[in-house]
């Protein structure tokens, strides 16, 4: 089995038709293309899959020494940035639901990392404020994030990391093509 994917992802690929019982791309043609390339390419989305999984696993980790999950982080990071934000500011600045973005504040708050302030205009908003506690802890993890960030993308040669970038790019369009009901 290839070290870059788990078992449940080698699995798929053989149920697909797009590697062999030993994890390698089969040869045979299919509509389009020979499998071969189509199976290395599977491969490539598995072992993405796989690398993200631990790459989030690694994350948290490194997060929970400060109590942080990388959702309450990014809220940090968009309260640091936007000060006096309203939590649908900050919600559609992450691409999550309001609610998702109310038990991230509930929970920062708790963590004395963020206030709210109710707006004298409009009772039912409020404007996020970080806190020196908040700030503090964004000041600890910055340092510490970037050398994990470092050390982590340690090895990869300028010219792997462009071809990786591009395609992720291919990747997004596929997705975003298979979002509207394109190929597939």
Known sequence: MNSLLDHKH????EHAGLSD???SSTDS??????????GNNAELVMAL???????????????AAFELTEGRLSVLLVTARH????PAFIADSLGVTRAA???????????????????AS???????????????????????YGDWLTALSRGIAPTDARA??????ALHRNLDALDAGGAR
């Open 29 to 38: 043609d299919i509509a389009g293309g020979s499998a071969g390339a189509v």
């Open 101 to 119: 973005v109310t038990s991230l504040l509930d929970g920062l708050e708790r963590q004395a990392y963020i206030m709210r302030r109710s707006s």
């Open 10 to 13: 080698t699995l798929l690929l």
């Open 83 to 86: 000060p006096g934000a309203t």
């Open 49 to 63: 899959l796989h690398t993200a999984s631990r790459i989030d696993r690694a994350c948290a980790a490194q997060l």
């Open 122 to 144: 409009d009772r039912r908003s409020s404007s996020i404020e970080l806190t020196q506690s908040g700030s503090a802890a964004l000041e600890r993890i910055a340092p510490l």
């Open 164 to 169: 990786t970038l591009a395609a992720l790019d």
């Open 21 to 23: 019982a030993h994890g």
